[in-house]
RNA sequence: GGGGAGAUACCAAAGUGGCCAACUGGGGCAGACUGUAAAUCUGCUGGCUGAUGCCUUCGUAGGUUCGAAUCCUGCUCUCCCCA
């Protein structure tokens, strides 16, 4: 467990690092492909740590918990084993399942009660056994149960809220630390910065967070439908706050834009459905811009996805060909979108740690932005 | 040769006197998607129009009616059964 910054941008607060975990380095700033049921949609894991040469990936405590259910994770000998993926792995705490499946939720202070989306049935999560359930799961790096406030949110109740994810945080902690990992490797537990879009709480939520001292940091509550310039002011004044030494999460995000902003602002480790879920639906990130395959005007355009990309999907796919499968919602068109997404992904962040090493990143940032957010 | 059924928009298929430019599904076109209840969801899909509205449409030619995709007659075509 140890994070090392290799090199900071003199213009900006980004910087590269690397994050040793239980199951291999991870150099930053990281994009982590999200994998909620223990697969991320569409590639296999020969792909993954293949081509894509992926070093961490996101599960998610709460779909595990329900299917296939933690004591089938921990028969398997953890979710590394279950899933066979020998690099490393991020468990979601299920703090955000709180927030998107709100109508089957209560909250108490001891916890939250849920029923279930698959056959309603209720269950009890804690702070603790939330804890627990990822020592079974086995993740590197596990998060802390929260609360994710959603958007919009009145003061009075993102309040309310921050402050039981901070009394949460204490209880995780402490039983983080009364517990022993399940297979032998060590765990980092990642607190959250919650607090919505107020200053005034974000800052006592970064305090708060940066105060408990552990390995790393996350925020959390973005991207919910807030203004973007919102989310950026509240990730800078986390950042802000946050130390500097410890690698910082910033939870959900995001947009090929948001994550060169991010990164200016401090940020290491991103995690988001958008290449993924986006790329099954269509939308497909590229050098040039943004590409919907589904529209007409690529039906006969038998050039490469990505022209200056080098995954396998941009090198022997057409745009046609992919457009064909994506329209006709053939199996393998999902997988190539997403592969190729991923790629794209992958290559903008080695892109970033590149320019933050040689000192252009903010100059090649602003050109960048322009060009990745047009629509082709 | 005899008997029966039917022809509706790109396709399939409802509608059987006014609430019909016409249900619904498919297809097509476009949009959305940010710690994945998502290989999902939304809108549009005769023409002109920002909307109201106007114009042309339910095989074809006529007719009945204030009013027809719907009723009547001729014609054309398709399908099924029997010989």
Not at 89 to 115: C, H, M, N, P, W
Not at 173 to 179: L, Q
Not at 302 to 325: C, E, I, K
């Amino acid at each position: 467990m140890d994070f090392r910054i290799l090199s900071k941008d003199p213009e900006t607060k980004a910087r590269t690092g690397l994050l040793e975990l239980a199951h291999g380095k991870v150099e930053t700033p990281v994009f982590i492909p999200v994998g909620t049921a223990a697969t991320v949609k569409g590639v296999h894991q020969r792909e993954l740590a293949g081509d894509l040469n992926v070093s961490l990936i996101l599960g998610n405590t709460y779909h595990l918990y329900l299917r296939p259910g933690i004591d089938t994770i921990r028969m398997a000998g953890g979710l590394h084993r279950f899933m066979n993926w020998e690099r490393s792995i991020l468990t979601d705490s299920g703090g955000y399942q709180v927030f998107s499946l709100a109508a089957q939720r209560k909250l108490t202070e001891d916890g939250a009660t849920f029923q279930s989306h698959i056959d309603g049935s209720r269950h009890f999560f804690t702070p603790e056994n939330i804890i627990d359930y990822q020592r079974a799961i086995g993740a590197d790096i596990i998060m802390a149960f929260d609360e994710c406030a959603p958007y919009p949110c009145e003061p009075d109740y993102a309040k309310k809220s921050m402050e039981l994810t901070h009394r949460w945080l204490d209880r995780g902690v402490k039983h983080f630390n009364e517990t022993d990992p399940v297979y032998g490797f060590q765990q980092m537990l990642f607190p959250i910065v919650q607090g919505s879009i107020y200053p005034d709480l974000r800052k006592m939520s970064a305090e708060k967070i940066a105060s408990a001292g552990m390995g790393g940091n996350a925020i959390g509550g973005l991207s919910v439908g807030e203004p973007e310039e919102d989310m950026y002011t509240m990730v800078e004044l986390s950042t802000s706050i946050l130390p500097e030494t410890k690698p910082r999460y910033l939870m959900g995000v995001g947009t090929p834009v948001n994550i060169l902003e991010s990164v200016a602002l401090g940020i290491d480790l991103f995690d988001c459905v958008i290449p993924t879920r986006n790329g099954r639906n269509g939308m497909l990130f590229t050098s040039e811009g943004i590409i919907n395959i589904k529209n007409e005007k690529w039906k006969d355009d038998f050039t490469p996805v990505d022209p200056a990309g080098n995954s396998f999907a941009d090198t022997q796919y057409s745009r046609a060909y992919l457009r064909h499968l994506i329209i006709s919602k053939e199996i393998l068109g999902a997988q190539i979108a997403t592969i190729h997404n991923l790629g794209f992904y992958f290559w903008l962040m080695s892109e970033i740690r590149e320019q933050i090493s040689n000192g252009g990143f903010r100059l090649w940032k602003e050109q960048m932005k322009k060009k990745l957010s047009k629509r082709l």
